[in-house]
């Protein structure tokens, strides 16, 4: 479904990512694991054409959109839920579903993707008419992938979706993440630090090391890596 050959980016001298190669297969979670500061954001952001590759091939769905304005790569599909949720404070949990819908004009789904939202995460059905702003983190988050979900996504990038918030949300949010990929044919690429959860819900998985990739295997086969241990799970 995605594909990144080759794929170099820089920001002025420093170069963030260097030869970067991956691919996602339409219905996988696919995984990108590392450590601080290792690209895994400029990834998603040069996925999304907020950053420019230099060099290299971006494919999704057999077309090529290195080139494209985020804007139009939005309009294809691809959705990014941000690190730090970034939702629209001073706006009702419903009114930040609105403008996360804001390309779709099909009212009769998107009241079915509203109410799908209200079943999976049902303390945002409780919270609708509350700010976002009045939110906890867990609740926040919970409602950025459900803005994210509002746009129909075909691909879902989710960045460092467990940021800051206590190990029993992100055990909740996770399994709502492989539900999302079961129930609704979506693809998910999820970066994550907390390479524990990350390998417990995907399919397959890249490990990335200041800009490379050091490692891709399926996520069975990364946790019994004796480096993947050692660095990442910490056993
Ligand atoms: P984190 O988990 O902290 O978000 P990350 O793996 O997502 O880390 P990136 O944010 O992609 O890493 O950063 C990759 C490298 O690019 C780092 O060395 C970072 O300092 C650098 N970098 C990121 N954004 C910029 C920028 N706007 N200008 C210059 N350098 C940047």
């Known amino acids: 479904m995605l594909e990144l050959e080759n794929v170099n980016t820089y920001y002025g001298n420093i170069q963030a990512l260097s030869n970067l190669s991956i691919s996602i297969g339409e219905g996988e979670i696919i995984t990108l694991i590392g450590a601080n500061g290792a690209g895994k954001s400029t990834t998603l952001m040069t996925i999304c054409g907020i950053v420019p590759a230099l060099s290299g091939k971006i494919t999704f769905e057999d077309e090529r959109i290195e080139r494209l304005s985020t804007d139009r790569i939005v309009a294809k599909g691809i959705i990014q839920v941000p690190e730090g949720r970034r939702i629209f404070p001073y706006l009702t ?13 099909d009212k009769a789904e998107i009241k079915r993707d509203i109410e799908y939202i209200f079943e999976i995460f049902p303390i945002l059905a409780e919270r609708r008419n509350q700010t976002g702003g009045t939110l906890s983190g867990g609740e ?3 409602l950025a992938i459900s803005r994210g979900l509002m746009g129909k996504p075909r691909l879902l990038l989710l960045d460092e979706p467990s940021l ?14 492989r539900k ?9 690429f999820l970066v994550e630090q907390n390479a524990n959860q990350a390998l417990k819900v995907a399919h397959r ?17 990364l946790m019994q890596n004796d480096d993947v241990r050692k660095a990442y799970l910490g056993v």
């Open 180 to 188: 999302i990929n079961e129930e609704n044919d979506t693809t998910i």
């Open 164 to 177: 800051g918030l206590a190990p029993l949300i992100v055990t909740q949010i996770f399994s709502i993440i």
């Open 93 to 105: 949990v419903r009114e930040n579903l609105d403008m996360g819908a804001y390309l779709r004009n």
């Open 205 to 221: 998985g890249y490990v990335m090391e200041t800009g490379r990739i050091t490692l891709a295997d399926t996520c069975e086969n």
């Open 140 to 142: 926040q988050q919970m």
